[in-house]
């Protein structure tokens, strides 16, 4: 997580690692998601798993807005997966 990035956005990282049941009926990387979604400057947005970070561990979680990227030629979806899990794919 680029602290800067989410300081600047007014965030700290309990922002996303913390209880937000009843805060509002979106935790804050929905809103954050949506935010970038509407302002039309990005193709998708990655943040990072709280699921991971419940396990001590480091990982990420990738939203991709599919009806930016569906018929562009170049496009594709690639990923370092250790575990053979994902398969990188064109879009």
């Given at each position: ?50 699921a991971m970070h419940k396990k001590g561990m480091i990982g990420a979680n ?10 562009n030629k170049n496009a594709s979806v690639s ?13």
């Amino acid at each position: 997580m680029d602290q800067a990035i989410v300081g600047q956005l007014g965030l700290s990282s309990h922002d996303f690692f913390g209880p937000w049941a009843g805060k509002s009926p979106n935790a804050d990387s929905q809103i954050l998601g949506l935010a970038a979604y509407d302002s039309g400057r990005f193709d998708g947005i990655r943040f990072p798993s709280a699921a991971m970070h419940k396990k001590g561990m480091i990982g990420a979680n990738y939203c991709l807005f599919a009806e930016r990227i569906r018929g562009n030629k170049n496009a594709s979806v690639s990923f370092d997966d250790p575990n053979g899990m994902w398969k990188s794919e064109r879009l």
